[in-house]
């Protein structure tokens, strides 16, 4: 299948198509709902979704599973970092994320400033600890999901000037990564960090020993749920206005778009339901909810497909 996508894509050199391979399977293996999601796009547009996802899982595995037999996580990303940069201004051939990502960023003409926000945001994760207020988390947001939106947003296409969708693409990358906020709140402690406004937390008489010791006794005492119950409304505020931008976006790939939003939304609305009950377990949307959701999205690419307007999604602007 993955041949296949690459094929239709035009992307022949070898080397590169193994890399492309690699983030592919870095998407498969991480992001089980973006990579269903992923799945309804046209087979040209994947390759470069998982170029840049699979980059991105790279860099923050970096930050958040560091590796003892190697060299520190900020030498690390400093060296992933050059790598990057280096490709951008000389291309080279080769077989690792870095190929492939760099080969979509020219293929799209992605501003290599996009690149430079999301591995800032990574070296705050290796310094920061606790942000103060909105306008700070905000800083660190941008970086690690709003330039993301923006990244893949070429690669879904318009309807529109690209400059009229970018803030609805920004909104939705904000809105998952506020779901993720909430989702991970857990594991976030226990690498030493809290992804929530410190005075918004305070509001309500919460702060980090609070959550400690929720995390410690693995339940949701009552200030901290109102606390919560906060941040998520303003998350699905930001799921609110990124819908809005859905139509905006070429036929193709507006099923994709769709699935992952309402099924990232339905995350949110798990946490809701199980009373904020995130320092206990998980919240997740079942597997057949997923399969349902992705299934009737699934008849609506096809047609749009079939039906929509010529137009060649994922051909490369320069050659391959």
């Known amino acids: 299948m993955i041949g296949a996508e690459l094929d239709v894509a035009g992307i022949t050199e070898p080397m590169l198509r193994v890399a492309y391979r690699r983030c592919r399977d870095l998407n498969s293996t991480h992001g089980r709902t973006f990579f269903l999601a992923t799945r309804l796009l046209a087979p040209a547009q994947r390759p470069a979704i998982h170029a840049l996802y699979g980059f991105a899982r790279w860099a923050d595995d970096i930050v958040d599973l560091p590796d003892p037999g190697t060299e520190s996580p900020a030498v690390r990303l400093e060296i992933l970092s050059q790598r990057l940069f280096d490709s951008f201004r000389t291309p080279g051939e080769g077989d690792?994320?870095?190929?492939?990502?760099?080969?979509?960023?020219?293929?799209?003409?992605?501003?290599?400033?996009?690149?430079?926000?999301?591995?800032?945001?990574?070296?705050?994760?290796?310094?920061?600890?606790?942000?103060?207020?909105r306008t700070a988390l905000d800083r660190y947001?941008?970086?690690?999901a709003e330039v993301i939106g923006l990244q893949?947003?070429?690669?879904?296409?318009?309807?529109?000037?690209?400059a009229e969708a970018a803030p609805y693409a920004v909104a939705l990358g904000k809105a998952f990564q506020l779901t993720n906020f909430l989702l991970d709140i857990a594991e976030d402690l226990d690498r030493g960090r809290v992804y929530l406004p410190a005075d918004e937390l305070a509001a309500f008489g919460v702060d980090r020993a609070r959550l400690q010791w929720c995390r410690d006794h693995r339940r949701t005492d009552a200030r901290v749920r109102e606390s919560l119950a906060a941040q998520h409304a303003i998350a699905r505020d930001w799921y609110r206005t990124a819908r809005l931008g859905i139509d905006l976006l070429h036929p193709v790939s507006r099923p994709c778009v769709t699935t992952a939003a309402v099924l990232y939304g339905e995350i949110?609305?798990?946490?809701?339901?199980?009373?904020?009950?995130?320092?206990?377990?998980?919240?997740a949307v079942g597997r057949s909810r997923r399969v349902s959701v992705a299934g009737s999205a699934l008849v609506r690419a096809l047609w749009a497909r079939r039906h929509g307007r010529a137009r060649t999604l994922g051909a490369p602007v320069a050659p391959s």
Not at 141 to 144: A, D, F, K
Not at 152 to 162: H, N, Q
Not at 272 to 283: H, L, N, P, Q, Y
């Open 96 to 133: 690792s994320v870095v190929a492939a990502v760099s080969h979509t960023a020219k293929r799209y003409a992605l501003d290599p400033a996009l690149f430079q926000a999301f591995l800032e945001s990574m070296r705050m994760d290796l310094t920061v600890t606790d942000y103060p207020d």
């Open 141 to 144: 947001v941008h970086g690690s």
């Open 152 to 162: 893949v947003l070429p690669v879904l296409g318009t309807d529109c000037p690209v």
């Open 268 to 283: 949110l609305d798990r946490i809701e339901a199980d009373d904020f009950a995130v320092f206990a377990g998980r919240a």
